[in-house]
């Protein structure tokens, strides 16, 4: 500090910016020498000593928050941008959009750069740096991509209400940047709750699912423990036999590409930068990823194979394979990808979104209606209104997203929504608008009929679309509730259309992969259901019975077997043209079928 003080990052006062909780380690400044000159020095060390295979910063560049830097290299970069430092966060201020653009642009540069060095000695080195974050991203992970031959996803574990799903969405996550590309996980033996524990190791069920998740979503599993002498043992047995099952069906692993007919955007800007409802709510307890998680447990509810696309990707190629693509509030999109969604549709794609979706640029700024309002056959007709409890929406029309809605004609309402107008459309849902839920005797409807649209079903040519004008994935996700997590799971069996490349029947709560591989084809299966799904820490499996499987393969692709990689057993199966068909009899954690 005393040697460099031009190093560190500084607060807005000038004085250093401890890293992390540390009281004598400070964060050092992107922007600043150490980066370019010293770190180089470092490396250049490094291979002139010692014969390393490659390089990694662990945390850097890191997926969280950009914090703004009040030192002289930031200070000076801040007169070239124009402007002042702002004093916070703040996408709306057009200053810190600059200096967002051009740490972006620094990553990448800083990225080159130790990449380089790390090939001066040894062109097969890599350099790789600390990603991870799992939904909460902030930098630009398309962005980190370009420069990036190697994701490696810091994501070690879980803690209070995070769902034990948490690291699947870190492989999708990186899956839709990387491509195929090599993804690793870091994943941490210790019990990394809270409290953190460092020295005492995870419940071996947990542990065990999480290696799991990091495989089955396309990532490699890495497995550590801090410190050279544990007293606590206990995790050494389980990574010793989940890395030996994996080295002995090695081939059934090396993923060409992912089997899925749906497509999830991951709308990173939102989630970066949107701050609707609940902005003061701390980010580790929800926020903007509140949408995409409702979307999730629906998802896994109704057994569906997707992939997540980034907003970044959203090009012809990427989209092509999809029948639908469905959007959990990106309500941050720049018109070009408004661009790209709305051709999806033109060429026969199939599209749910929900909420704010295209009301704001992708820094935020208002738009005065819907950027893809035509496209939802909706309009902008006022202010968000919410968050509001005990509001409803009224079945209007016979319809397969509400056909098995039996015995009711209200569902529960968003806690938020956008009113719109629609335009000779068809009412599919109406709003009943939130009326006081105490006292006993207040709790009846001021407004019981409407016309204002709480959904609209709409089909153009080979396309169908659904918009819901409220945050039913958001509210979903927060409240449990059985009726919007069905009313998201209907939408999307009706975008996605019947026949599905694979489809699952049977009893639990399961996250399902399909990905064709080098040998064939290969389906994992993770058995969800279990009192800790989302808090604490899994104890143990709660084995599942029988699993019915449709699965299509390629055209003019001969299966002849079928074999369950942890059970260790060859399955009877049938094969009618491209559809091949069995049951797996059960599923402890977690079950692979490599088709063959």
Known sequence: MKAHPEWFE????????????????????????????????????INQHYPVDGFFTNGWPSTGALRVCYCESCRRLFEKLGGVPPAETDSSNPIYRKYYEAYMDRVQEIWRLWDDIAHEKNPQSVYVGNLGGGLDTVKDLKQISQVAAWFNADHQGRSGETPIWDCAQQ???????????????????????????????????????????????????WFHWLGGSPEDTRWREVGRSFFDWLAANEAH???????????????????????????????????????????????????FFFDFVHEGKLDPAALRKYRALLIPNA????????????????DGGSLLATFETSRYTEWGDPRPDFQ???????????????????????????????????????????????????????????????YPAFPPEMVYPRTSRTTEPAAIFREIGKSRIVYFAGDVDRTCWRSGNSDLSQLLQNAINWVQGPDPAVSISGVGLIET????????????????????TTHGSIRRAY?????QIRFRVNRGRVVKNVRTLRAATSLKFQQQAETVTFEVPGITDYEVIALT
């Not at 005492?200 to 396309?218: D, F, R």
């Not at 720049?334 to 549709?345: E, F, L, N, P």
């Not at 064709?516 to 994992?524: K, S």
Request: with cysteine; aromatic share 10%.
């Open 10 to 45: 500084r607060n807005q006062d000038r004085s250093p910016r401890p890293h992390g909780e540390s009281p004598w380690l400070f964060a050092t400044c992107m922007f600043s020498t150490y980066f370019s000159e010293q770190m180089p020095a470092i490396y250049r060390e």
């Open 171 to 221: 492989g999708r996550v990186a899956y839709s940047v990387m491509q195929g590309r090599t993804v690793t996980n870091v994943a941490g033996a210790y019990s990394n709750a809270q409290p953190n524990w460092r020295h005492v190791s995870k419940a071996p069920a947990e542990l065990t699912l999480w290696l799991a998740q990091s495989t089955a979503s396309g990532m490699v599993p």
């Open 253 to 303: 692993f090396r993923n060409r590409n992912s089997v899925a007919d749906v497509a999830v955007l991951y709308p990173q800007s939102t989630v970066a930068f949107y701050s609707r409802p609940d902005s003061r709510r701390p980010r580790h307890r929800g926020g903007p990823i509140d949408y995409l998680q409702g979307l999730y447990y629906a998802l896994l509810e109704g057994r």
């Open 331 to 346: 309500a941050y999109l720049s018109d070009a990808q408004c661009g790209a969604i709305r051709q999806y549709v033109k």
């Open 372 to 434: 893809l309002a035509d496209v939802f056959g909706a309009h902008v007709a006022g202010v968000v209104i919410g968050p509001r409890g005990n509001s409803y929406a009224r079945i209007e029309e016979k319809h397969p997203i509400l056909q098995n809605f039996h015995g009711t004609a209200l569902l529960p309402g968003a806690e938020n929504r956008v009113p719109v107008s629609a335009n000779s459309v068809p009412l599919g849902l109406s709003v009943v608008p939130a």
């Open 513 to 532: 992969f399909a990905w064709e591989t080098e040998p064939g084809y290969a389906l994992h299966l993770l058995n969800y259901t279990n009192p800790n």
């Open 543 to 547: 084995p599942l019975g029988p699993q």
